[in-house]
């Protein structure tokens, strides 16, 4: 076997890894951009696999979700729009490629023998959850009217956002994963699997179509949180663009926390320390993950991952 099974730890990490830290919302991010910032962000993964980890990769996929649609409006007069789900699954795709090809390439300089693939993978969600309110937002701002036209020709629901109008969609509660079993066997062989992109293509399962998409979007913190519990991790390791969560963050007094009970993290969620739509998950994610069976949950900076596992930098969780 080429996994090298004789040195592996025999512990399992769940790296996810932001999707601003692929391509920075300062940027405009072509392709080159995208590579450049894709191979800066596995140094940790590639520290991770030296230290015989089982890996498993879940990516973020905001911004390329938010250029898919924006070229599928523009083009919508010569070819039929697809549906969210089958786009998220695209981008799940090629920015799998990008890490998949960054991440082979930095082994192999690293001498390390590990295989890696991507792998498109569901994510089971309730149909009701699927249905209810959208609140997430999806892709570029707009002005009154475009939302108006793009309701009445695509079907989009829009809201005022702080960021302006945008297309808003369902973000259900991710409750398991389809291919979790092969997933599992993968990893389990010493194999980095990178699956879950953009938190993983919603369906839920229909008593006579059986599994069926939905135009959704999962939150991937919490789709690594769900898939860690389903291959049985002890780490999570969620990595974005602040050094981990903090107290009273975005304030003159705003504090670093170093570790958390799950019981603590609970009384700051409930408390609003953590912002919805960014942090909050994280942290739901985190104890959502402890809850099922996980030990360790770090939230730290995408430079700061290994430092992170061995405990000297991020926030980390535990129960
Ligand atoms: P990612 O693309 O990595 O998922 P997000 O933007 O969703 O990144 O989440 C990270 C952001 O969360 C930070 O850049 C920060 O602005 C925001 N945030 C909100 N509340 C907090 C907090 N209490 N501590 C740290 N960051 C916070
Ligand atoms: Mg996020």
Redesign the pocket.
């Known amino acids: 076997m080429s996994a090298r099974a004789d040195t592996m730890t025999e512990q399992t990490i769940i790296v996810a890894l932001?999707?601003?830290?692929l391509q920075p919302e300062s940027e405009r991010g072509d392709i080159h951009q995208q590579v450049a910032h894709t191979r800066e962000s596995l140094g940790a993964i590639v520290a991770l696999a030296r230290d015989g980890w089982r890996i498993a990769v879940v990516h973020?996929n905001?911004p390329q979700i938010g250029d898919e649609l924006l070229r599928n409006e523009l083009a919508r007069a010569e070819m039929p729009p697809l549906p969210l789900g089958v786009l998220v699954a695209g981008t799940a795709g090629w920015i799998g490629y990008m890490i998949q090809q960054s991440l082979q390439n930095a082994l192999e300089r690293a001498g390390i023998d590990r295989q890696v693939v991507t792998l498109i993978a569901q994510v089971l969600v309730d149909p009701e959850d699927a249905r209810s309110e959208p609140t997430k937002p999806v892709g570029r701002s707009m002005d009154a009217a475009q939302a108006e036209v793009l309701k009445q020709e695509l079907g989009w629901t829009s809201r005022m956002t702080p960021g302006g109008w945008h297309r808003v969609v369902p973000s259900p509660i991710p409750t398991g994963i389809v291919e979790a079993g092969i997933i599992r066997q993968l990893v389990d062989q010493g194999v980095i699997v990178i699956c879950l992109g953009g938190g993983g293509t919603p369906v839920y399962r229909d008593p006579v179509l059986r599994l069926e998409g939905v135009d959704a979007v999962i939150d991937k913190?919490r789709a690594a949180a769900v898939l860690g519990a389903a291959i049985g991790a002890e780490t999570l390791l969620i990595l974005?663009?602040?050094d981990g969560?903090?107290r009273g963050?975005g304030t003159p007094a705003q504090e670093l926390l170093g570790e958390l009970t799950a019981a603590q993290a609970e009384a700051m969620l409930e408390a609003g320390?953590?912002?919805a739509g960014?942090?909050g998950p994280?942290i739901e994610a985190a104890l959502a993950f402890l809850r099922a069976g996980g030990r360790f949950a770090h939230v730290a900076r995408l430079d700061h991952g290994l430092e992170a596992v061995r405990g000297e930098a991020g926030t980390v969780l535990h129960a």
């Open positions: 932001g999707g601003n830290a973020g905001g913190d974005t663009n602040v969560a903090y963050y320390e953590f912002g960014s942090m994280k």
